[in-house]
């Protein structure tokens, strides 16, 4: 069955960096794009950032681009997001997702359990 397994969250100080990772299993990851988004305590989902099937395009939300990057390795079936200089609004519990195809536009099916990432000082 499809499993999305993150990791990497915890506690950054603002302007720090952490780095997500998702194992993916249970599919032809090299098939589908992935994307990451967040959910901060008492707020919405948020999109943060997709990547096609074969990494040949990222998109990113206005909140984070430009401090955020998204990467993937299909050899591994892994799917990072590097993020750098944090701000206390990034403080969420993040998803890492599997979209239903090769298009980030595609809508997703499968999700992980999701990690915290807090920004504090």
């Known amino acids: 069955q499809v499993q999305l397994v993150e990791s990497g969250g915890g506690l950054a100080q603002p302007g720090g960096s952490l780095t997500l990772s998702c194992a993916a299993s249970g599919f032809t990851f090299s098939m589908y794009a992935m994307s990451w988004a967040r959910q901060a305590h008492g707020k919405g989902l948020e999109w943060v950032s997709g990547i096609y099937s074969d990494g040949s395009d990222t998109e990113y939300a206005d909140s984070v681009k430009g401090r955020f990057a998204i990467s993937r390795d299909n050899a591994k079936n892994t799917v990072t997001l590097q993020m750098n200089n944090l701000k206390p609004e990034d403080t969420a519990v993040y998803y890492c997702?599997?979209?239903?195809?090769?298009?980030?536009?595609?809508?997703?099916?499968?999700w992980g359990q999701g990690t915290q990432v807090t920004v504090s000082s």
């Open positions: 997702r599997k979209g239903r195809g090769w298009n980030i536009l595609d809508d997703t099916d499968y």
